[in-house]
């Protein structure tokens, strides 16, 4: 089964940055695409973004022009770039990966926004 790691996440304060980052537990890694979810309390799991192996990336409209995703050049890993942070964007982001139709899921890492 293919393995994905989160990490990065942190608390920071209102309008700092940070960067989140996913690694495949294979070196030779192979998607259709990855991408962010994220969950905060008391509310269900959302789409953040995505990009795919073509390297075309969309965004949910709530980040977009603060969060960018990008990805490493053997594909093995995919970071998100969180700037301008809100509070709003505290919740646990998941990373996301489809292969061959099937989707994986890591374990998420905690992001707080939080003065």
């Known amino acids: 089964q293919v393995q994905l790691v989160e990490s990065g996440g942190a608390l920071v304060q209102p309008g700092r940055s940070l960067r989140l980052s996913c690694a495949a537990s294979?070196?030779?890694?192979?998607?259709?695409?990855m991408g962010w979810f994220r969950q905060a309390p008391g509310k269900g799991r959302e789409w953040v973004a995505s990009?795919?192996?073509?390297?075309?990336?969309t965004y949910e409209d709530s980040v977009k022009g603060r969060f960018a995703i990008s990805r490493d050049n053997t594909g093995n890993n995919v970071y998100l770039q969180m700037n301008s942070l809100k509070p709003e964007d505290t919740a646990v982001y998941y990373c996301?990966?489809?292969?061959?139709?099937?989707?994986?899921w890591g374990k998420g890492t905690l992001v707080t926004v939080s003065s």
């Open positions: 990009v795919q192996s073509g390297g075309a990336t």
């Open positions: 996301h990966a489809l292969i061959r139709n099937i989707d994986y």
């Open positions: 294979e070196n030779r890694f192979r998607f259709d695409a």
